[in-house]
Every structure is written in C-alpha cells, then in structure tokens.
C-alpha cells in the first residue's frame, strides 16, 4: 500500500541514485502507478488522495509534514491517466452491480435484498458453516485481536478432529535491557498481539492440512511475498529440543499441546510460487519456510498496565523495551483481517457486515465483498444494516476520482491515434 510518505522516500532514492537535480520526479524515470483508491487506508502514512491545505494553521510543519507534501505534489504533477474498465476478478455480472453501487455509497434497496440472501440460518441458501465448503472458507473480520481468537481456537478444533496433539512455536525473544531479564516480561511478550511485533506471533498454533498466511516478503521473485496463501504441512524440528522443560501459560491450549522453541523450518505447499524446481526429497510447490528475526519495541505500561509502577521495584525500568524476535513468519488463516485481504482473489469467504463504528468506511464493506468472484462464493454471518452498504466515499477520494477521470478523458484526447 502506497501512501504519501513513501511515494516521497521512493522519489529521493531514484533521485539519488540516477544523480538527478531533485526538481525531476523519480530521477527521470517513468513510472506507473497502478491502484483503485477505494481501499484501506496505509498504516503510519496517508493516502496519495490527501489534501493538504493547512487553512489558517501557524503550527510548522514536521518533517513528516514536508514528506506528505513531497508526496502530494508527485502525485498532482502526473498528467497521464487510463482508467481499467475491464473486470478481471468478478464474473457475476449482477453481483458486480452491486460492488459498483457499494463502492459509490450507491446501494438500493434491490441490492440489500439480493445480498441477504447470502445471510446464513434456517431456510437459507447456505444454513450452516459447520457444511462444505463453508467449514472450510476463510472467515473475515475487522479487528486483529478476534482473528487471533479464531484462528487458537480453529487450530485447536482441527487437531482434536485429526486426533493429534496441537503444536504450537513459541516465539524466542531477546531484551536489550539488562535490568528487565523477568520470565513475567518475557511471559507478556508472548501473548502481545502480532500487529504489535512485526507480524510475528508470540505463539503459533499448527496442525497438519491448515490453511496458513506467510507474513514477510521471503522471495517475492518467487511469489513468497507477504500475503500469501498456503497449506502448512509439517513442521521439522531438532529431536533433541527439551519440550518438557518449556512451559507456557495459556487459556486457550490445553495441557497436552507440544511447545517448539526453535524449529529449523516449516513447511508449507504454496500452490501460486514460482519455484520451478523441484528441491531435493520435496515435492513440487512444497517450500520450506525459515525462522526470521525482528525487532520491535514495547511500552513498558503497556505490557504491565497499572502494574507498571509495582514493576519498578525501586529499579529504574525503562519506559520502552526493545525486543528481538525469532519466529516462523506465518499464521494461521482461519481468520483473516479485511485488511490483509486487500489484493487476494479467494474461492470462498465469510463475512460480518456488522462494521465496527470507528472502522465505517467505504472499503469496510467493498473490501471483503470484493474478494470473490460471484455473490454465491460469499456468506455473511448474521443480519446487517443497510446503511453499511451505503457509506459514500470521503470528499477527498471523491475529489480525486473526478480529478482523475478527467485525466483520463484528456488522455484519450491525446492518443486517439495511438495504436498497440
């Protein structure tokens, strides 16, 4: 997800590198951007449709604040605009209609009907997700924390059906500070969401034949980006690690799950990669995905909440902790954020269209509908307001989707006689 920050930090490292005067965008360098506005949000930046105008504001700006206006000014100074008409994704013509709708906070009353036939209960079309081949459809939701749940939980529900123990990575931290070496802290670290430690889970749940989701970039020549699906299939560890001296406080894994510190890898069957070649003793589409390292950093508080102070001790502790994790940079994907949706064509989902009220956007509801190629390849979890289909588009997206259809008008002004 490109946003303003790093469209700027992308123009300073082409500049740089091709040694061009910084007034020459990208270094001279032609470039296209492709992307539909109707999207999340990127985290830690703003969209490229921003408007910056500070009004009557005295406040100087940051640096930040410069970057965002690097940013903007790139994306006024691009004078050449095709607008993709041609559907790739959706086949259902009707369905599709109502995408449209959605995405201009357009929707009809035809629209909600037809899209509650798609509501899961008795005398419904689909009845139950417990029937193929819901079981086994990705369910998804809008907050981190609730995915994680699920997913222990299916992970959980999936090993008993096997009737094999439940495994589960724990992850390996390291603390800089000398003073916060606590099996209490490191215990916390554990169960920190993973939105909060560079994607890499605190403990990891696997069983045999579940779906799973890689969280880093491994080799994205290769289709092993970040986001992409999988199927793990086993998990190759030294037999000598003590498991019997690695305990783990948890409310959700019974007693009898297997705790791994440091397995050598996983692997995974990843049916999109471009690995060509078989490995050797594999079989094809079956990679073996490594540990890797991150760091991040903690709030002390917010490890310990209102146990900060007694934590202290009379011991100075800092008000940050930085962590270096190891981890296998995968989870599981029972449940999948709406977010981490974006860009994935997926066979069948499930969906709650009940939108958390801070979340309400138009990608809230035109995201997850959108992932599926026709309206019986989705369900929806329980009843909804129509309102949540009627969310428009804010002033500044719709600003600058007339700003580019006119770009794209002039386009074809310009090239009536180019042929490809």
């Known amino acids: 997800m490109v946003g303003l920050r790093l469209l700027a ?19 001279g360098i032609n470039v296209i951007l492709l992307g539909d506005y109707i999207q999340y949000m990127p985290i830690l930046d703003r969209p490229l449709y921003t408007n910056l105008e500070r009004g009557s504001s005295t406040r100087l700006p940051t640096e930040a604040d410069v970057q965002y206006g690097v940013g903007r000014s790139l994306v006024l100074q691009i004078n050449t605009v095709t607008k993709l008409t041609q559907q790739m994704r959706t086949e259902d013509q009707k369905y599709l209609t109502l995408l449209n709708n959605i995405r201009l906070g357009e929707t009809t009353r035809a629209d909600f009907d037809y899209l509650c036939t798609r509501i ?11 029937d193929k081949p819901w079981c086994d459809a990705p369910i998804l939701v809008f907050r981190n924390q609730l995915r994680t749940e699920i997913n222990n939980r299916a992970a959980l529900d999936r090993a008993k059906e096997a009737g094999v123990a439940l495994v589960v990575v724990v992850a390996n931290d ?29 403990l990891l ?11 880093d970039n491994i080799a994205c020549e290769l289709g092993l980006s970040n986001g992409t699906q999988g199927i793990f299939r086993e998990l190759i560890y030294d037999g000598q690690e003590n498991l019997d001296g690695l305990m783990v406080k948890s409310d959700v894994f019974p007693s009898d799950t297997i705790y791994i510190r440091k397995p050598l890898y996983a692997l995974v069957e990843i049916n999109t990669s471009q690995l060509e070649t078989t490995l050797d003793g594999l079989r094809p589409k079956l990679i073996p995905i490594p540990l890797i390292k991150k760091q991040f950093t903690v709030p002390t508080k917010q490890l310990f909440g209102r146990l900060f102070e007694s934590a202290q001790s009379g011991k100075i502790v800092p008000q940050v902790i930085q962590v270096t994790r190891t981890q296998l940079p995968i989870v599981p994907a029972f449940a999948i954020t709406t977010y981490k949706a974006q860009g994935l064509t997926m066979n069948k989902i499930v969906v709650d269209l009940r939108v958390p009220l801070r979340t309400l956007q138009v990608a809230s509801v035109y995201v997850p509908l959108s992932r599926v190629k026709k309206a019986e390849d989705v369900v929806i979890l329980r009843p909804f307001d129509m309102k949540a289909l009627q969310v428009r588009p804010s002033p500044t997206q719709d600003a600058e989707l007339k700003r580019l259809d006119e770009l794209d008008r002039k386009t074809r002004r310009e090239y009536t006689s180019f042929t490809f």
């Open 9 to 27: 930090r992308l123009n300073e490292v082409l500049t740089l590198g091709k040694r061009a005067p910084p007034e020459v965008p990208f270094g």
């Open 120 to 130: 899961i209960g008795r005398g419904q079309i689909v009845q139950s997700l417990k």
């Open 174 to 202: 390291k603390i800089r500070s000398k003073s916060l070496q606590d099996d209490a802290i490191y215990e916390r670290l554990l169960h920190l969401p993973d939105n909060k430690t560079e994607l890499l889970p605190g």
């Open 205 to 215: 749940p696997l069983v045999p034949n579940m779906p799973v989701l890689l969280t």
